[in-house]
């Protein structure tokens, strides 16, 4: 599927130039980083907070988190939260989680934290779970009016506990398969006895006496390599 018709005519008005991203379903930034084969600082995130009385857009790293006392600074704010979807549905008239980067479709303002100037380009939301655009952050920056600002702190994504117990299970599985794998150094102890039983009567019948030390040498010489 491409991107939404309105994000494309968006972009397209704004003669900026981006990239279709069409890439299997996702549903938080840190999924879009795996299946993009990105980092966490290319993928942006957005988050639809309140202000006081009004609602605006802050778009930063996917590693980061924003720090309401910065962001209280930069909007000239007494109080800050994040509404829950239900404002999200009455407010902007759009279904959880298909929220797009670019505010100014939804006639709200945008913050970009400068850290995402770090990176050249970012992975973009349309409002798709199937659908991105990878975009100049500095061109996203001018078409959205936005305002720059730092209003971020590390520490923006913490991995599900579900997700981790997955990726326990799937090391667990990878260590017991390479151990199967690895050829057994040493012979076990039956099979060493065996050998130096069968080696001692093939020397009483066969050998004579100065041979009989050679053989046997050479025997645990054998035996200590299996």
């Given at each position: 599927?491409?991107?939404p018709?309105?994000?494309?005519?968006?972009?397209?008005?704004?003669?900026v130039d981006?990239?279709?991203?069409?890439?299997k379903?996702?549903?938080?930034?840190?999924?879009?980083?795996?299946t993009?084969?990105k980092?966490?600082?290319?993928?942006?995130?957005?988050?639809?907070?309140?202000?006081?009385?009004t609602?605006?857009?802050?778009v930063?790293?996917?590693?980061?988190?924003?720090d309401m006392?910065?962001?209280k600074?930069?909007?000239g704010?007494?109080?800050i939260?994040?509404?829950?979807?239900?404002?999200?549905i009455?407010?902007?008239k759009?279904?959880?989680?298909t929220?797009s980067?670019?505010?100014?479709?939804h006639?709200l303002?945008?913050?970009v934290?400068k850290a995402m100037?770090g990176?050249?380009?970012?992975?973009?939301?349309?409002?798709s779970?199937?659908?991105s655009?990878?975009i100049?952050?500095?061109?996203?920056?001018?078409?959205?009016?936005?305002?720059?600002?730092?209003?971020?702190?590390?520490?923006g994504y913490?991995i599900?506990k579900?997700?981790?117990?997955?990726?326990?299970k799937?090391?667990?599985a990878v260590?017991?398969?390479?151990?199967?794998?690895?050829p057994?150094?040493?012979?076990?102890?039956?099979?060493?006895?065996?050998?130096?039983k069968?080696?001692?009567k093939?020397?009483?019948?066969?050998?004579?006496?100065?041979t009989?030390?050679?053989?046997?040498?050479?025997?645990?010489?054998?035996?200590?390599?299996?």
């Amino acid at each position: 599927m491409p991107i939404p018709a309105k994000v494309k005519k968006y972009l397209d008005s704004k003669g900026v130039d981006y990239e279709e991203l069409a890439h299997k379903t996702v549903y938080t930034a840190y999924d879009a980083a795996q299946t993009l084969k990105k980092q966490l600082k290319e993928i942006a995130k957005t988050i639809l907070v309140e202000a006081d009385k009004t609602h605006a857009l802050v778009v930063l790293p996917a590693d980061k988190k924003i720090d309401m006392e910065k962001l209280k600074k930069a909007l000239g704010a007494k109080k800050i939260s994040i509404p829950n979807e239900k404002v999200m549905i009455k407010v902007l008239k759009i279904k959880p989680g298909t929220l797009s980067s670019f505010g100014r479709l939804h006639d709200l303002e945008v913050v970009v934290d400068k850290a995402m100037l770090g990176v050249k380009k970012a992975v973009v939301s349309t409002g798709s779970f199937t659908d991105s655009v990878f975009i100049k952050v500095k061109d996203f920056v001018q078409s959205e009016e936005a305002r720059l600002a730092n209003v971020a702190m590390s520490g923006g994504y913490k991995i599900p506990k579900k997700m981790k117990k997955q990726m326990k299970k799937v090391k667990s599985a990878v260590a017991k398969k390479k151990a199967a794998k690895k050829p057994t150094k040493k012979a076990s102890k039956p099979a060493k006895k065996a050998v130096k039983k069968v080696a001692k009567k093939a020397v009483k019948k066969t050998a004579k006496p100065a041979t009989k030390k050679v053989v046997k040498k050479t025997v645990k010489k054998v035996v200590k390599k299996k």
